[in-house]
């Protein structure tokens, strides 16, 4: 079999599209904020991806059916108020290992070039190891013009962290599209503990997001999910809060 | 040399013919159920495969013997009261890679194709962390129709693992030769503690597989080695039970 | 650079040849029996093998001087009385991986093939996790004709190590020899605790193999060797004796 | 993607050149010394080398600029009393697997070939486990030859090792060069603590680099980071200094 199958349900016709990415991370941001936004806008799925790089694993259903392991892209014409086509990309896992890494992600950028993708938002978490009450947006992007634009919508550019860099699908769709794709780039990452999924994360970096694309949402399913999560981390703030990470917390802490 | 090398011994011909999987897996039950139908009908063997990615080993027998280690083929045609077509695959050792897994699954699927197979049962355990006296077997499926064809014959689909998933050989099978090969996959995974090796579990499994297949098979060899397991875990019992096995029985349990 | 890269010095012409491999493993048996032999018998380097499924080392000499590590093939003609045309196989690493262990083991065989070998002998350490005073010689092979020769010879072949197996080049060779170059496969492997190097282990291997080859040799270099070695084990006895590794030494005693 | 993507900014016009690598390692020495000299002797960026051989990851400077992690290569021409043209290499990452380093280093000796490289210095650092006052500069050659001439310049050869490696893009760049590009390879190590970078050791290494291309540079960078770090150390040694670390000190010490 090929390492990388693509199977395209529909190749549809964009222009000036832009890419989002919301992968399982850190919290799970990203995969949580791109699927509550594909849900809201009605996205429509239009190709499955499948690869030797994700793990050997079917998932199963509530209802015993089993599906194999994959990517997902889906997109939405003429979203906000300019009218912008959007292209997402969500699954189950990101790539298992380094160069599946790599593979995936230029397949993907290849994929979205195509399509007419000319920006690119990967979504993710930003580790602190404590609790958040109210999680920041920080930013990384692969142009001066872009950081501008994000610092104007409140998004945090991280000074106390130069040497810091961001790992897996959300870096390396910044870092191939500048590189090969000549694509701009720009990473979202709202501010988590850690160590639960964190909707309330995700509502943080998907409102900074519909704030640049002028469109507006609701919120609701995520503050609902938030909720059941808050009632989790309150009792274990009850039993005496919880200990800072060791470590970790400076330089791998941009973990998509 | 290539990764994987297929030696036919014989190309049987066979039609609308039935894959049964039992590669070694949680408490071996896989491995022991098609072990023992293998030999209970006197399947022909008519293929050995050998790979890079299994492990660099030889298997030596009570003799001295040496064997590269693998994975083997068998059929039997005309079993049961449909005269059903039967092809087996068994071995010493799964793939050890996940991209291994896909290849070699991939390449079973394709010679399985060329013969005719259009079904496949993968066959496995179910880990609890307890023991288990009376082994249900759980079940999963590419389609609808046969999780119901399945509940009839007592078969569990699992609504209380919403999000479980089948690792390895027996996931695979379901899901690339559903993907790639059109074919229907039935998973049939039997409870055991996955402590031991389990020829309970294997029977418990077998069991459902010969009511489905119309044909009936004795249990002795399995029975007696399933006794003399007991033996063990009783005296296991015996000094105080097991404890539960932390996390792991949630999400990871169906490790097939 | 290609996988493998095999440089020749010369192409020796060889007559129904044997290959006898040794290889870093326990006890570093394998390895010392091979390197004495190709000291003592005057063995001629016609090959180097360098390759990527080695670490990326070079080893430095007491001079400074650096080297690329290898694989390296040796050759004498014309040993014992029947004159038999000898191949060797040392170096200082073995694959790094499952599929450089193939991959390897494959060109060797292919390289031994085309010289003309027919039979190979690969040389290991059979650990038994206590220190062993006479070590006798295990066994394994490709045919019940060999098994029946060696015994002859004094080595034992393993009725209580009925699922063992060896892994590693020493098991490879079997299997791939037997499997693609149809060529004969004798496995020699000298007990030996498996905490030190041992000389008197590889000695001992050596004896077993000069006998079917009908050569003498002179053991002075390892028993000084295995004097020096022995100094350190009775200076543990002394200390209270070593424990028996836990587990291990059953299934996976075999290492080559 | 290609598995290393080199993007030429110019090809400069060298003549029997010197490569010398400063990748990250122990102690970050060779990486903190030849950043170092591209700084003093104000060389020019050449080309830039990605490659799904290091980590998905981009860095993310203080500005909030994203940049997909990569190896660099400099040229400064006419160097020293004897106007020697050099190339320097340097990066974020080495290769993170054996078959990535070895691809790797291969990619960069092919290209060093092609621009007139005939000699390699790789520097690194070579780990003690104690804090070092005055490091002294091991060194490990392909050729007796440039052993003597580092005698010279007081450069300690290892006798006292005389089994050891030089694991990594250091070890290999004179490993492969001498194998497969008929270069002379030159490996020049700091003595560092291994527990901090250190400047100091980086000062030891280019002092002696310096001397053999019989050119001056200021130190006073490099001086003003090894009293930070000085700093630093002091302060651990007040706490009761710190313990030898126990193995690893004699055979993996040369870790470059």
């Known amino acids: 079999m090929d390492d990388i199958i693509v199977d395209f349900i529909e190749k549809p016709e964009l222009e000036n599209a832009v890419l989002i990415e ?17 849900d809201e806008i009605d996205a429509e799925k239009f190709a499955e991806i499948h690869s030797l790089h994700f ?9 015993g059916l089993s599906k194999l392991v994959n990517n997902r892209m889906y997109y939405k014409k003429g979203v906000g108020l300019d009218d912008i086509d959007l292209v997402f990309l969500t699954g ?6 380094p160069q599946g890494q790599y593979q995936l992600t230029d397949r993907i950028l290849s994929i979205s070039k195509e399509l007419g993708v000319e920006t690119v938002f990967s979504l993710g978490g930003y580790s602190h190891g404590d609790i958040v009450d ?15 634009e994000m610092k104007q919508l409140g998004v945090k550019f991280s000074e106390e962290h130069p040497s810091s ?3 897996g699908a959300s870096g ?16 979202l990452m709202g501010e ?39 009632e989790l981390t309150s009792k274990v703030k009850d039993m005496g809060g919880m200990q800072q990470q060791e470590a970790g917390g400076e330089d791998l802490s941009y973990i998509g």
Chains 1, 2, 3, 4 share one sequence.
């Open 22 to 38: 919301g992968l399982p991370g850190v919290g799970n941001v990203g995969k949580l904020a791109v699927e509550h936004l594909i």
């Open 55 to 63: 793990p050997p694993q079917v998932l199963v259903d509530e209802d």
């Open 92 to 97: 189950d896992y990101q790539g298992m290992t």
């Open 134 to 148: 109210k999680p920041e947006v920080l930013g990384a992007a692969t142009t001066s013009e872009k950081i501008e």
């Open 165 to 167: 860099g961001i790992i």
């Open 172 to 187: 390396l769709l910044l870092g191939l599209g500048d590189k090969l794709y000549d694509m701009t780039g720009i990473c």
């Open 192 to 230: 988590t503990s850690g160590y639960f999924v964190d909707p309330g994360a995700a509502r943080a970096v998907l409102k900074k997001l519909m704030k640049y694309l002028g469109e507006e949402i609701s919120y609701e399913k995520l503050d609902e999910k938030a909720e059941e999560v808050e």
